[in-house]
């Protein structure tokens, strides 16, 4: 899911406000965990207003509710 969104800020040069680590325990490029550089609720402010997308918003809820982080 947040490949997806990375994927997305990589085309806008913006792929800095993720920290991208490999997940130790599982086979070298199958498996990786995202974690935010910047709080998420400053994404959930500013993302939707510079993508014109809520989805991106959507999938960071998402990912912070799956994580309990909100």
């Not at 490949?3 to 490999?22: G, I, K, T």
């Not at 550089?37 to 959930?44: D, F, I, K």
């Amino acid at each position: 899911m947040l490949r997806r969104f990375r994927d997305r800020l990589r085309d806008l040069e913006l792929s800095n406000v993720l920290d991208f680590e490999q997940h130790a325990g599982y086979r070298e490029g199958t498996y990786y965990e995202y974690e935010l550089a910047v709080p998420l609720g400053m994404l959930l402010e500013v993302f939707p207003s510079i993508l014109h997308r809520e989805e991106i918003s959507d999938l960071l809820y998402e990912e912070a509710r799956q994580k309990n982080r909100i």
